[in-house]
Structures are given as structure tokens and as C-alpha cells.
T-cell receptor, first 113, second 113 residues
Framework: SQTIHQWPATLVQPVGSPLSLECTVE??????LYWYRQAAGRGLQLLFY??????ISSEVPQNLSASRPQDRQFILSSKKLLLSDSGFYLC????????????FGPGTRLTVL | QQPVQSPQAVILREGEDAVINCSSS?????VHWYRQKHGEAPVFLMI?????EQKGHEKISASFNEKKQQSSLYLTASQLSYSGTYFC??????????????FGRGTSLIVHP
């Protein structure tokens, strides 16, 4: 069966510090991968998605970036965090195809102070 | 364009019924429903792929009216465990001919004893 891991689970970072969040998927090959951000009490905002190694599409302009160095690894990064980057970051995977059902990881709660 | 959910919040007592609606200004080709418990990741409930399709699991069911571009989630005889935020999701076209997921803002459901 497929599983998705994210780490760390929680993170408190000062403004201006760098960020690296990692997501890995097990039990499937060539999944579509996604990064979402959810502000407190808000919906799911799609940040990046990837259909293959090295292929990244950005949906929202921001100071974040994403990379996919391996088939089942997706990394979210920032060189300098802003206060507005605080939120709940979710990685998700889906099978390539018409339905694109999203299977979410446990999430990382980021607080920027 | 993200789908529109209504109502924004529902408060029930155990055993009562609820309906959550999801509509789109654009054609809906599929509708996903997810539930998110507080502090956790969203969990997939069901997907509806065809107009007129209805699905259900125990006392949670959904319908999809393709012509009206809307879907409804029905929670019957609600239980305390139904509390959470419910999201509908669909796919919208993106650059390069791909489709990306987009979600409604969510409906908060609170079930009291």
C-alpha cells in the first residue's frame, strides 16, 4: 500500500531564516506530487505541483520554491521566510490520470516569528 | 476558479441530518469530497465521476448533478465523529493542457451530543 511521509511535523522559524520541508511517497511510481498551504481556518491553496522528476509548476507567486530530485521526493524551500508564510503545509500525491484523487501527508505546521 | 461551498458552517445535534452543497461556474467533470479533522490532514471520502452518480458509505452519501454543475454531500443521523471541515474539490485546466485540483473553502460541521 502507498504511504506518504512529511517532516518535520512542526517548525518554528524566525523571519528571514531559510526553510526546507520534505515529502516522500512509498509504494507507487511516478506519482503526481503537490504542495498546499492552509492558513488558519482557511481552505487549501495549491502552491506547486509536479508530474515528474525535475518538472515543477507554480500556481502562486511567492518566495517559496519546490524541487523534485527523485521520483518520490518533493521538497519545499525558501531562502528567507516571511511572517505570511506561517501555516499548515500539506504534501499530497495522486496517480496520473483523470481522477487525481489527492492523498495527503500528515502536514507540517510552520510558525514564523 | 474554485468551487463554492455552502453553508460555511453547520451546527447539529447527534442524530440530525445535514447537507453540504458545492457548485461551480464552470463545467464539473468530477467532484471529490474530503473531510479534515482539526489539526489533521484532509482525508478522501469519495469521488463522483459522472452526472447523476450517487455514492455512499454508511450514512454519508453524495450526488452529482452535471447539468447544474453542482454536487451535494448528505450526512444522515450525524455522529460526533462526523465533526470536521468538509471540502469539495474538482479539476480545472492549467497551462500546457494539464488539469490541477482546486478546492472549495470548506464547510465546518460541528456535531454536539
Amino acid at each position: 500500500s502507498q504511504t506518504i511521509h512529511q517532516w518535520p511535523a512542526t517548525l518554528v522559524q524566525p523571519v528571514g531564516s531559510p526553510l526546507s520541508l520534505e515529502c516522500t511517497v512509498e509504494g507507487t511510481s511516478n506519482p503526481n506530487l503537490y504542495w498546499y498551504r492552509q492558513a488558519a481556518g482557511r481552505g487549501l491553496q495549491l502552491l506547486f505541483y509536479s508530474v515528474g522528476i525535475g518538472q515543477i509548476s507554480s500556481e502562486v507567486p511567492q518566495n517559496l520554491s519546490a524541487s523534485r530530485p527523485q521520483d518520490r521526493q518533493f521538497i519545499l524551500s525558501s531562502k528567507k521566510l516571511l511572517l505570511s508564510d506561517s501555516g499548515f503545509y500539506l504534501c499530497a500525491w495522486s496517480l496520473t490520470g483523470a481522477t487525481d484523487t489527492q492523498y495527503f501527508g500528515p502536514g507540517t505546521r510552520l510558525t514564523v516569528l | 476558479q474554485q468551487p463554492v461551498q455552502s453553508p460555511q458552517a453547520v451546527i447539529l445535534r447527534e442524530g440530525e441530518d445535514a447537507v453540504i452543497n458545492c457548485s461551480s461556474s464552470k463545467a464539473l467533470y468530477s467532484v471529490h469530497w474530503y473531510r479534515q479533522k482539526h489539526g489533521e490532514a484532509p482525508v478522501f471520502l469519495m469521488i463522483l465521476l459522472k452526472g447523476g452518480e450517487q455514492k455512499g458509505h454508511e450514512k454519508i452519501s453524495a450526488s452529482f448533478n452535471e447539468k447544474k454543475q453542482q454536487s451535494s454531500l448528505y450526512l444522515t443521523a450525524s455522529q460526533l465523529s462526523y465533526s470536521g471541515t468538509y471540502f469539495c474539490g474538482t479539476l480545472i485546466s492549467a497551462s500546457g493542457g494539464s488539469y490541477i485540483p482546486t478546492f472549495g473553502r470548506g464547510t465546518s460541521l460541528i456535531v454536539h451530543p
